[in-house]
């Protein structure tokens, strides 16, 4: 499965809305965290005005 950086913000929203009725999109959800989790968690994530850390924390 490939996530492109670009698109963060739109992968976790994705996913927060249909990671319950199907499994692929709960795996695109937590392998977008687990990207995000190896963002310096100072980086500004695009498509948010939020760190990665801040984002994690608002997610996880």
Known sequence: MSV???FIA???TLGDMY???S???FK???ST??????LPSSE???ETDLTAAE???QVE
């Open 44 to 46: 500004i994530v695009k």
């Open 10 to 12: 739109a992968y976790l």
């Open 28 to 30: 695109m959800y937590r």
């Open 19 to 21: 990671y319950r009725k």
């Open 55 to 57: 984002l994690i924390l």
């Open 33 to 38: 965290i687990d990207i995000l989790k190896a």
């Open 4 to 6: 492109h950086l670009c």
């Open 23 to 25: 499994d692929h999109t």
